[in-house]
């Protein structure tokens, strides 16, 4: 085995076209426009169809992604994708979006990590090509949580969009490595602060499950707000030393979009320029492991993104998870 550099060589991202505004949302549930957007930044956000699934989303995202990189969806050795509202339990959705894209020759695995999924996902596929035995990686973060949502509960319902995002990693040598430094953490006693208590073995799927409003997503949105922040700001900080860069030398922060009171208070936490943090929760609301990669791909489509520019993703989850990692774009 010879060690290897890491870069990201391209990235691609797929929303679906419905949008869904606040004034919509407030016809289903008592809430505002007023409300969500003060709260937390969010104006719309994107929901598949009912026949558009993960890997659906996850393929888009990736064949711009290919393109984007120059390279065949036969030259992959390697898909990830970060999801936690997988097209099924099983088998994994990295192995569907394989076969939608025609990427014979790729490992396929999926993981989860919640809303960090992308960042573990960067770290997995970076530490894999790193080994030396793979070449070319294609890392998704994918969500069509509005099949996971409680569309009766406006403490959550309003928060939630679907899309994919995605980057392709390849090999360069050691001295070329872009991937510069990253931090991941845990803390599982808050396993239920943001979570899905059924569908798996614990509470298997049935309709008294499916009644007690089970299946579908629940949070304790103060104390996960708390735990964001504290947990965005210490690992980007983490990540930050172990790249040896200063906060100063950092282009751009894209970090999970879940909330953009969250975001500025990491921004602040870690004393970084508003103008440096890149913001569309807007316009798809919180994508779980596709904001980060739909954020960053957005901005190389507005050519915000020079090559040689360094680049913080930071983000945050159930687990609970949070992870930060630098990179050279
Ligand atoms: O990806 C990581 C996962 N999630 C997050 O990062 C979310 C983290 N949490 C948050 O972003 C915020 O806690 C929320 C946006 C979810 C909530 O904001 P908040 O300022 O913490 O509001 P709250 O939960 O304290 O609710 C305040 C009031 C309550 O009414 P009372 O008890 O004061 O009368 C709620 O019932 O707002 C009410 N409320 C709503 N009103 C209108 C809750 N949801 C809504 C709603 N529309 N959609």
Redesign the pocket.
């Known amino acids: 085995m010879k060690f290897q550099g890491v870069k990201i060589a391209g990235t691609g991202s797929y929303v679906p076209e419905k949008v869904l505004t606040n004034e919509d949302l407030s016809e289903i549930v008592?809430?505002?426009d007023e409300?969500?957007f003060t709260?937390?930044g969010i104006k719309e956000r994107h929901i598949a169809a009912d026949d558009q699934f993960t890997s659906d989303l996850s393929s888009e995202a990736a064949k711009e992604a290919l393109e984007n990189a120059g390279i065949k969806a036969e030259d992959l050795q390697l898909i990830i994708v970060a999801t936690l509202s997988p097209d099924k339990t099983f088998p994994n959705t990295a192995s569907l979006v394989q076969n939608k894209i025609g990427a014979p020759n790729a490992a396929c695995f999926s993981m989860e990590a919640g809303?960090t999924g992308f960042v573990y996902g960067l770290e997995v596929g970076a530490g894999m090509i790193a080994s030396g035995l793979y070449k070319n990686a294609l890392i998704i973060g994918a969500e069509k949580l509005s099949s996971v949502v409680d569309w009766t509960d406006?403490?959550t319902c309003?928060?939630f969009g679907d899309g994919a995002g995605a980057a392709i990693l390849t090999a360069t040598d050691v001295e070329n490595n872009k991937y510069l430094g990253s931090d991941l953490g845990s803390n599982g006693e808050q396993h239920d602060i943001?979570h899905i208590p059924g569908g798996g073995c614990a509470v298997p799927f049935s309709q008294e499950a499916k009644d007690q409003k089970l299946l579908t997503l629940q949070?304790n949105?103060?104390e996960?707000?708390k735990h964001?922040v504290n947990g965005m700001s210490v690992s980007a900080k983490k990540a930050l030393d172990q790249s040896g860069l200063s906060i100063d030398e950092i282009d751009w922060v894209v970090a999970?979009q879940?909330?953009v009171r969250?975001i500025n208070a990491v921004g602040q936490k870690v004393g970084v320029p508003t103008e440096k943090v890149y913001i569309n929760v807007d316009r798809f609301g919180?994508t779980?492991a596709a904001s980060v990669p739909i954020a960053f791909n957005e901005m190389r489509q507005k050519g915000l993104l020079k090559r040689g520019q360094k680049i913080l993703f930071v983000a945050?989850?159930g687990g609970l998870t949070w992870g930060a990692s630098v990179v050279e774009y």
């Open positions: 008592d809430t505002s409300w969500i709260r937390t809303c406006r403490t309003v928060l943001l949070m949105g103060k996960v707000f964001a999970h879940a909330n969250i919180n779980s945050f989850g």
